[in-house]
């Protein structure tokens, strides 16, 4: 035994506990059994109650002054733990004996005392207490493991619903901002195609560039909620890496032109021609990095550096160093530089704007691709960021068929009927008023929800449905699936393309898994529009 076995003896006989003491001093001694003793049982009412230990067994005589043996059984069943008692009385005392078992005793011993019987007694009744304990002890441990894991369950739960709710908030945050944007740009985009004298085109080209921006914020707030959410999907396609850089460096250099700065290019030509990757995710971190240092930088210049540092088998690194000569960042600032919302100062935040979220998502998106970034700065001189990120080396036949269509194709989609399905009333008149000025004759008509587009469409014969998908009455997505599952069969092949404000990639699958042929998103790009348009429309060239 770990611990002496503690025992209340209880008998108003004061040669007893001297006979314990003589009988069992070699166990007394090695820590095996311990003993306690009390006359009566009021006395060992008192110990019970007070001693630290829970005594294992007690041991009590049944005829005793004060309080007797069988009344201290009823009392024990009141008391906490599980106590095993024992009951002495004389051969004859037969009665007492049956009652003192059903009151709970757990064994008996009659006088004079056997010790060979007490001690064979006291190893059986310990033992059976210990087992006891220990299944209590197992059932304790049991609830507390049940009760920390429906806790664990519960706070999981709560995670996901906070989740949940976090990326509905954002979800719903993102079509409240970027319905009245599409108004915005849409109209910005058919005011810029009107007359103007230089001050008017001053205005709204500001706005454009305003609207453009806010997007850029909306879309960074987004990109971090899918990376939080384990959301964010890399791509593995084939691009030609040389054109992408081009066209990056191109839209870079109008920036840079605005604030009259040189923006260099050194391309090493040992890169592989064709790349597979996720050629989105490296525009958008060179755009962020890039657009930063252009940002940052009033004299002096900004150059983009790209040369592969391993190539081996069909793998290869690529590293790009972004070099600018602007404010720099301070030694204290380069340990939060990656972190979300942080910039260098909150004069940097009033004076250059932003959300400081570009350089986190760049990190993370590089991070989650395998790669990693760096840099090293001086306050005054200027700043290098270095990253690099793994590709695949493919081959030409490996990039995506490019459509041929001709440059005049929108003249094939001339005199096209198309049902917008849009309930904003600013949003209607921005797609009527962009695909009068794509389409040549086109014969537009409007319902302002999905009840409404499924009876025009019984009405008359439409080439497309321009489906929005938040609407009173019927949404897009409940639209969308009567057509496909309860329409006319010839309705069922009718093209369906979702303009949504939102984004997520939730609500783009769902978009798919409802039904419709094509989707994009507000505020939508007018030749991005056409394009899909014609590839939903025109036959394969």
């Known amino acids: 035994m770990n611990t002496p076995a503690l025992i209340l003896v209880v008998d108003d ?16 001694k090695d820590g095996e059994l311990e003993f306690d003793f009390a006359i009566n049982g009021e006395e060992a009412l008192k110990k019970l109650e007070t001693t630290n230990r829970h005594f294992d067994m ?51 011993i009659t006088k004079p005392i056997d010790f060979s019987d007490l001690e064979l007694t006291i190893l059986k009744t310990v033992n059976e207490v210990r087992l006891i304990r220990k299944g ?67 205005y709204i080209d500001t706005i454009r560039k305003s609207s453009e921006n806010l997007l ?10 899918k990376i939080e959410a ?51 995710r490296l525009h958008q971190i060179l755009i962020n990095l890039v657009g930063n240092a252009i940002k940052f930088t009033e004299t002096g210049k900004v150059s983009i550096a790209v040369a592969p540092v391993d190539i081996s088998g069909d793998h290869c690194k690529i590293r790009f160093n972004i070099t600018d000569t602007g404010i720099g960042v301070s030694p204290e600032t380069v340990g939060v530089i990656f972190e979300s919302f942080s910039q260098a100062t909150s004069d940097t935040n009033r004076k250059f704007g932003g959300t400081g979220l570009g350089l986190t998502i760049s990190k993370q998106l590089i991070d989650l691709q395998g790669g990693a970034i760096d840099l090293a700065s001086e306050v005054g001189t200027g700043t290098t960021f270095s990253f690099w990120l793994p590709f695949r080396i493919g081959q030409l036949k ?35 008023d962009t695909l009068n000025d794509l389409i040549p004759q086109v014969h537009i008509d409007v319902a302002e929800n999905g009840a409404e587009a499924l009876e025009l469409i019984t009405k008359k014969k439409y080439d497309l449905v321009l489906m929005d998908i938040q609407m009173p009455v019927m949404d897009g997505f409940e639209a969308v699936r009567r057509i496909r599952h309860e329409a006319d069969p010839e309705l069922r092949k009718l093209k369906i393309m979702a303009m949504t404000a939102n984004v997520t990639r939730d609500e783009v699958d769902k978009c798919f898994e409802s039904g419709v042929d094509e989707y994009i998103a507000k505020p939508f790009d007018p030749q991005d529009l056409l394009s899909k348009i014609q590839q939903l429309l025109l036959p394969k060239q």
């Open 58 to 108: 007690v041991l009590t005589d049944i005829n005793m002054p004060v309080m007797d043996g069988l009344t201290l059984l009823n009392r024990i069943k009141e008391q906490e733990g599980p106590y095993k008692a024992v009951v002495v009385s004389a051969y004859g005392d037969l009665e007492n004996i049956r009652t003192a078992m059903n009151r709970g005793a757990f064994d008996f």
């Open 230 to 280: 384990g959301k964010m999907v890399f791509e593995k396609t084939a691009f030609v890496f040389s054109e992408m850089l081009d066209n990056l460096y191109q839209m870079m250099l109008i920036r840079a032109n605005e604030k009259q700065l040189p923006l260099e290019l050194k391309f090493s030509p040992d890169i592989p021609e064709v790349l597979i990757g996720d050629p989105v």
């Open 216 to 225: 850029v914020i909306i879309n960074d707030i987004l990109d971090v909620s």
């Open 136 to 202: 209590l002890e197992a059932h304790e441990q049991l609830e507390t493991t049940i009760q920390e894991k429906e806790r664990a369950e519960l706070e999981t739960d709560r995670a996901r619903q906070s989740e949940k709710f976090k990326q509905q908030f954002l979800a719903n945050m993102s079509h409240e901002i970027r319905t009245p944007m599409n108004s915005v740009v849409g109209l910005t985009y058919l005011l810029l195609k009107t007359p103007l004298n230089d001050q008017q085109f001053r």
């Open 13 to 28: 006989e004061p040669d007893l506990e001297l006979l314990i003491r003589q009988r069992f001093r070699r166990k007394i």
């Open 398 to 432: 490996d990039l995506p068929v490019r459509s041929s269509a001709p440059v005049k194709a929108h003249e094939q989609l001339s005199g096209i009927s198309i049902l917008l399905t849009e309930d904003n009333s600013f949003n209607q008149m921005v797609a009527i």
